[in-house]
């Protein structure tokens, strides 16, 4: 019997498949186009890997789970690169310890940009055959791998150029969708009013129905629950209301922290989100275009889920659920800004300013900043891994971390879903992370 | 308006809570009886107190909690306890660094029994008069709050004595129920079956009712919720399950494992449950009478969370989760063996050779071990922490850990129900936790 | 061929050797005779250990060494001894972890003075027998051996007490020899001047001869060297000169420190000399009385090489090297305060006021506090470890440490003597270690 | 009065320092050019720098001490640079934190490349002219500061290209000056005989004379010293007796090592010589050609002080004193291989096979390795640090490091000389260092 997804894939054929492939993989060179050799070889954390690493672990992906598969006389690119570039699939075999990725300096950038050009060639052939069900589905699951490691390559350069002491910017050219070089702080930019909105009780279903729309195997099992009445805030937190938790004293009062949060701010010394200094002039933070001055306007950004649950708590709020998230998103959800090929670097890569929803209406659900919620990440009801290597995507990751919803600016448009849950360790916050309040009513 | 707490207090009476205060204090003198003061000072891992702070944390507990605020010309014990003998309660004042709780040498042993047999004295009078009904809510409270240390008492000074070389025993009287000494195999002991007993799925109720039952904060807001149709095991999985998997190459395996449980593994370099070694014989392992052979036939006691999911994989199985495990109790649950004032030490410090249950009746669930669920601990909906100090309690903790259900040998009877809530770090092994399996239907 | 050691003892015979014995158990029991068991058990960082380890291993080091070679029917007291109390001979056996040396609860304290006292009777049916040479040759170094734990015991303590937040004192009935409790600040007491004494060069010889007197087979192989002309100072440094460090910046100037110790301040954030913390009202430190005044004309105590090396710098000074520290002790040193069968406690355990010592000569060269050289610990020309167990005593420390020389006021007085060779690695500073400064000339 | 190094360079004159300068930096242009920008970016390990970083900082030693100084009309060819390529100088302002050096993906090699060549045009005008005598000093001490950073580069980058998993090789086209391969066995190559050479004992001078040679401040105050009759070996341990001490369980015999040393070998499981690994074929090792097998006739590499001091006693020997080294040396030594302009990569990178050296000479004292003495690295009698940035290059090192002499293959021929010292910590051994015996007569 076919699969859910493969009946959905026979329905648009793989001619839609072929383009999306080609637009999905330019879109990952043009993001590494503006970056030398050095800026994709080092790793810059451990969290993070070098540009070239996700370059060519993309491009494995294919040649692994596909090509080996289901090309005709398959022979292996270069035969180390299994070892090289597989991530974290046990069952594919032994890999480069992910702490010592950036050890790779052989292959060079060069090499690597070739491996990629000759996979896109036999994956061009292979779409331009008659590939088999199983194989469409295969790819299909490749470029949306391939997108979410699009986003990791923004995340992953910002941390490396933050290293770089003197503010190296990702591209000169970049600007933002409001003229301003991004993160510049607008002239007399406001701080756009945040309110509530309600929303009913009672029973919802949630989770993808994998016949209608591509979705991970996490979201799947589509299910009912039940909903207390509940209120969710019109638009995500913007760098006003972090700025006065920081000077509210909210990095010394341990009363408003979780345990281990309060553990981790004195542990580390953390006295404000990520990448940003203050210095005379006042609060500036890094961004992909150097160091600027902190609009208040925007979006906040880079926030741990222990800062995201003492600023609600500060904030005499709490994080929705990510049920609530979820049932909100579809009913009332805008869409914010998100990745686009057409405007990757014209726009500039940050959160955009919050815009006034319509009344009633949630702004930027979808994109600028990912959304903690207060959910741990856990199985659906009935949730059961894949068969094989592909069965470690997503279940092995289900303790200690927190899901967050909606994408970011670096998402790109058409990988993101209301139903999509990203996971992260709640000190984690190099990603795009940030935060949107609830109420009970 | 009273309390609900306050209420149903007020139904019972000073008297009765007077005797359970003589009883419960009684009980932990008790526990500490076999100890030198050595023993009660030495802190041997960060995780664990001293079995003298217990003392003298308990005992403060009632002294700033209670007489510093109801008893008339109140004057503390020593002004300096204060600080050495606050836990983590932020707003109650400063407090000794936990992991420094063994450097305090002084005050001594006799000291710190002086301070609770004075606070006992002064709460006796107390208790004698006319309490306030927010007084008998503190002292219910602090009561429940002892019966916790007792436990963790008990699972210190195990770590303890196992940091010594020579296998001590906590007290040589100690004997267990079936006239063995504690931990010893029984000879020809063989392994209870064990089968899954079928719950239907549907609408259920979950959660503490306040008016009915004394119960923390984390447990109320009795609220309904939607389960899907599940079958559980009718008893903890035994040593026998355990050997199998350690037999059978489970440490080994990475596909067994959670991500952050692999991790884990491999960082410290674990290949059995806590307490266990491997010898010629086979393998032993520590228990409060000195080191024992591994007895097959006996719950399954110091395994991680991570362990009890690779094993549940392991067994084609999963962990149910925590509404599972409280829906499958209240209808179906057995008792099994609980602290109690009169048989500690005389059945041994050791969970049951497991019974078989009657027929679809599910054996242990409370008692034994407690059974790690497969639920990140949260708060229910609606659940806001108390005011004051004593919302430090619970909420704090709501990241980070696993829920864990229905007590151990070592829980007191009067402490435990199908609601209570325990949680763990999921790498945490040091308490008595084991495993049910659950399965989906 | 008898020892140089065995001729030697053979000429003072057993007698003398049976009445030192006495003297020397009898101190360390007065030594840890006000502390509680709890203080005796707990080992409060890794570089010390307990005071009931003190008590046991000692004794250990006469029943190992001495009567189970020496005594008639031997029979362990315990067998389990040897592993407890064995420190670092390799040769010996195997041996509890010396960072675990905390977790031995049991034996208790009362089993540990039993175990002395059932050695020393043994010990002293032996001693008041005939003794070969070889046995009284063991005794005499089992006696330094515990004088040097005699002074370790009393550091350990230091720090064990240190750990308490409530600044306990060791012994409440101590005062120092001015009348003063211990660290108090002598009112109006002025800082002693401090001149420096010139040595000439030419040819010396250094280390001791072990026909004359007990000695350490690192300062055997008495030999001749070189010196240039050099000055030193007639005190050791007071705090009057740490206090001036203090305040003038010194933790905070690289410049003055070596490279290793700049790493060592910055990653400690070390601000001040050990046991020091500032007020309002100013300096003080922890003493074995509890916290005091920090006295301007005490000798500076509790130094690390790093800090001793900077401080000198700071001053324009050096350290001397241990042959021009050796050279100017045996021409022109004065005696301090050391550790006296009579006045422990009488006399407070602090280092005292610093005299003026007579016209030319060099003031509390000997006790008081050990004093830092710049030499590197190593090896005299020729030196070879003995054979055996005991051979471990001191060639398998000789890399990474400094010497100090001198002895402290913990130093027993027939323990010391000008050519005795002590050492630490740079960065310690639990011990009684102190600065003398010296010049090129 | 100028010094005596200015008045030695008066007398050669600047024409000959100018073709020093060409050679000396042409030659580290030599070394780099097998390396891509990657090779040259990434920092392996935090005692190693990137080669990026060796061929800027070197660069930028000359324009800050030199051109900064002399250059009229000077200006810095980027002034962040100055931050970036500082190495420990702290009197030259603040720098990037040595774990960071690998973060600098900016500039690029291209651009520190454009560097290198614009500082050299610049100091071909310099040097063109007529520089003071002060200048020309600064310039000798940069050129042998090019030379340590030349050797530093090659060790940096063995242990860079040693991190990739598949053994990548420094530059194809090396080939060992006997015909083979780097470290390739050669076919039957036996191990050359060693024997002991006696010298006689005495008074003897030790140091370099400043106004003869080059030397760095270390060097000088040539004084005299005593010296007991000693035999050193007649040529450096070769690989055959490393694999006895391997295969005579060296490793896991703690009598044979420092106490540091075991707890080295127990804290990180070393249990061979860096770079070696075992296989079913017998022992290889990680070469710049990549992975060889192990050939018992080359000299030993890659020791920490602590295996060289256990192999010594292993084999019931000793290492030598710095003294008994330079005394040997410059009365027997014979010179082995160096790293020379014309036979870089031609001849291989690797220590020669120990030759037989003339009877009663010592082979290969120069070159081939590194070989550790016994001796902390400490101030020679009279050490005075210099004035300014530059008296940081030695002085402050001195503490917790021991002395090697003799340099290796990859030290310049025209940088090293018989009083030359330099210095690791013990643990150290990523430099190429080995093992000369010696004993005492």
Request: proline share 6%.
């Amino acid at each position: 019997m076919p699969s859910l997804a493969a009946a959905r894939l026979a329905s648009v054929g793989p001619r839609w498949l072929a383009s999306r492939y080609r637009r999905v993989r330019s879109l990952t060179d043009q993001l590494a186009e503006p970056l030398s050799p050095e800026d994709c070889c080092v790793q810059s954390q451990t969290d993070s890997s070098p540009a070239k690493w996700h370059l060519a672990h993309t491009t494995w992906f294919f040649e692994r789970f596909v090509l080996s598969e289901y090309e005709a006389g398959f022979s292996p690119h270069d035969e180390r690169y299994n070892f090289l570039f597989n991530s974290y699939y046990v069952r594919a075999g032994d890999r480069q310890p992910r702490p010592k990725r950036g050890m790779i300096t052989r292959p060079s950038l060069g090499e690597v940009l070739a491996y990629r050009a000759s996979v896109d060639e036999r994956m061009g052939a292979l779409l331009g055959g008659e590939p088999s069900a199983e194989a469409l589905e295969l790819i299909e699951i490749g470029l949306h791998h391939e997108q979410q490691h699009q986003e990791l390559l923004v995340a992953d350069i910002k941390h490396l150029l933050s290293c770089n002491p003197f503010g190296e910017a990702y591209a000169s050219w970049t600007r933002s969708d409001d003229g301003l070089v991004a993160g510049e702080a607008r002239p007399g930019g406001g701080v756009p009013a945040m309110s509530f909105v309600e929303c009913e009780g009672g029973s919802r279903w949630i989770g993808a129905d994998a016949s209608r729309t591509f979705c991970y195997d996490n979201e799947r099992g589509r299910h009912e629950v039940l909903v207390l009445p509940f209120a969710i805030a019109d638009r995500p937190l913007c760098n006003a209301e972090v700025l006065a938790f920081v000077e509210g004293g909210g990095y010394e009062r341990p009363e408003l922290w979780l345990d281990d949060g309060w553990a981790w701010v004195v542990g580390h010394g953390v006295s404000a989100p990520m990448y940003w200094r203050a210095s005379e002039a006042g609060w500036s933070c890094f961004t992909l275009e150097g160091w600027r001055t902190v609009d208040a306007g925007r979006p906040a950004c880079h926030l741990s889920y222990y800062e995201a649950d003492a600023i609600a708590r500060f904030l005499g709020a709490r994080l929705p659920t990510e049920v609530e998230w979820e049932v909100a998103c579809v009913r009332r959800g805008e869409r914010g800004r998100l990745l686009d090929q057409d405007d990757v670097f014209r726009k500039g890569l940050e959160p955009s300013v919050s815009p006034s929803p319509h009344e009633g209406w949630l702004a930027q659900m979808m994109g600028d900043v990912w959304e903690w919620t207060s959910s741990a990440y856990g199985p659906y009801p009935g949730f059961r891994a894949p068969e094989g290597a592909l069965g470690e995507y997503n279940g092995k990751f289900m303790v200690n971390q927190m899901v967050c919803r909606g994408g970011s600016f670096a998402t790109p448009a058409d990988h993101i879903r209301p139903t999509y849950r990203n996971f992260f360790h709640p000190e984690k916050r190099w990603a795009f992370t940030g935060v949107r309040l609830a109420k009970d009513v």
